[in-house]
């Protein structure tokens, strides 16, 4: 068996100031909940790039890398 491990986003949902930047920018890999804070849901729905944009953008700095098995 191999494992891959892969890097996703995860949000700080405590630090999450909930400004909907990164569900604008990544609505495939971003969305806001019903309290109004962001959440992934499609962690691997964009390029790396993309995703990288999205963390230097969040004016609160809660978007990381995190490292999952695949
Ligand atoms: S850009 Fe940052 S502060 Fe704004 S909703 Fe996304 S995670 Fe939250």
Redesign the pocket.
């Known amino acids: 068996m191999i494992i891959m491990m892969i890097k996703v986003p995860r949000?700080?949902r405590y630090?999450?100031?909930?400004?909907?930047?990164?569900?604008l920018?990544l609505p495939e890999v971003?969305r806001?909940t019903p309290e109004g804070?962001?959440e992934v849901y499609g962690p691997t729905n964009a390029k790396p790039a993309a995703v990288q944009k999205?963390i230097d953008?969040?004016?609160?700095?809660?978007?990381h890398w995190f490292k999952a098995n695949n």
Do not use: M, R
């Open positions: 949000i700080n630090e999450c100031a909930g400004c909907g930047l990164c569900t920018s971003f806001l804070i962001s999205v953008d969040c004016p609160v700095n809660c978007v």
